[in-house]
């Protein structure tokens, strides 16, 4: 008797810990267009913000499902590429707002510098202080940290120029030319690291022999799983191409919300004089957040090498591919995007690679070195809030 009564709360106690982020969205999302509807944009713009958060969370889910079955170095492509299709998402919104204003523009702008930031400051700060303090030190490839940190400070440079052109007597029009010019290298330097890490230098992107021990760790706690009871969730059982096609349909809904989150955001910004650094770093935390509870798992299991996958991987994909993009979108829906960042942001974006570099050059990490990246974000938030 006992046990037909507890089989139903049991199946809902299942149903709700595996679907429980596409629920949330779905709710998040409705209250959000409803209050959106009815002029509520503070409410509004926290629900929306809540149900991108949700259903990007659902997305990195499928992403670590593909990730499992294509291994490194797809796998990280995979978890990558669908965050930073959240983020350039929520900024092309944000983009369409700046008829209202010039504070759009700076947003977007200080949001592509934050998306590495945040990335490389407080998914790889969290994630290798929470493993130091499960492993004491945690070894990973140095070939992965050495190889990022040099494509993204390549990168940080090529950003300087369309801003240094701010300090000629060149016009906005030489700027914006720059702009164009400095997007399309970086789009071809992208091309060239893909080759690279995916048919050149594989094993730069792959743990080391040393470094595999958590592999038997994870090979036996998943065996311990599949002894204790039958995977339920749904997105599992799917095949690959029905994987893509759910994260795909995942990122249009999650859109539809960032017009709504966009909209409204940028009122509140302007009604309380928010700085454009600040915004940006908001929608960069929103968008990195599924990846965040990613790279926490991957450390908590002792897969370091998981972890400065992503965070590394994301930054660059962020610059390289972000930048492009925004920038070959802009002119579609008839706005001109100047890369001409302001001394904050191309500054904190330099000295986030050079300390990413000295807490991973050589192949080990520690809390100290995680508690450092944080400390960092929190005296570059401090900043932010009250630059402008």
Known sequence: MNDSSSEPASYFQDFMENYWDLIAGTIFAIIAF???????????????????????????????????????????????????????????????????????????????????????????????????????????NEDTSSTYTTILLVASVALLVPSLLQYSKGSG????????????????????IFIFQTKTHIHFF????????????????????????????????LPNIANFFAIFGLIFIIGVIAEI????????????????????????????SPELFTAIKAAKSDQIQRVVNIAMGASTVSILLTVPILMMLSPLAGIELALDFNSLQIGALILTVILAWKTTDNGETNYVEGISHLMFFLAYAVIAAFYH
């Open 261 to 288: 989150f966009a909209s409204d955001g940028m009122q509140i910004a302007k009604n309380y004089g928010i700085s454009p650094a600040l915004a940006g770093l908001v929608i960069a935390i929103i968008s990195v």
């Open 206 to 237: 792959k743990a080391t022999a040393r470094s595999r021990i958590f592999r038997l760790r994870r090979k036996k706690a998943d065996q311990d799983e599949e002894d204790e009871e039958e995977e339920n969730y749904i997105f599992e059982k």
């Open 34 to 140: 409803i209050l959106h509807k009815t002029g509520h944009i503070y409410l509004s713009t926290l629900f929306a913000g809540l149900g991108i958060a949700a259903f990007s969370f659902t997305v990195s889910e499928i992403a670590e499902i593909l990730a499992e079955r294509l291994q490194e170095p797809y796998a990280s492509f995979v978890l990558t590429f669908s965050a930073v299709a959240v983020e350039i998402l929520l900024l092309f919104m944000i983009l369409l707002e700046s008829s209202h204003g010039s504070s759009a523009l700076e947003t977007v702008k200080g949001g592509i510098i934050s998306a590495v930031i945040v990335d490389m400051n407080v998914l790889l700060g969290i994630a290798v202080f929470i493993g130091g303090l499960r492993f004491k030190e945690q070894e990973h």
């Open 173 to 192: 029009e030489s700027i914006m030319t720059a702009s164009y010019i400095i997007s399309f290298l970086l789009m071809i330097y992208y091309i060239t």
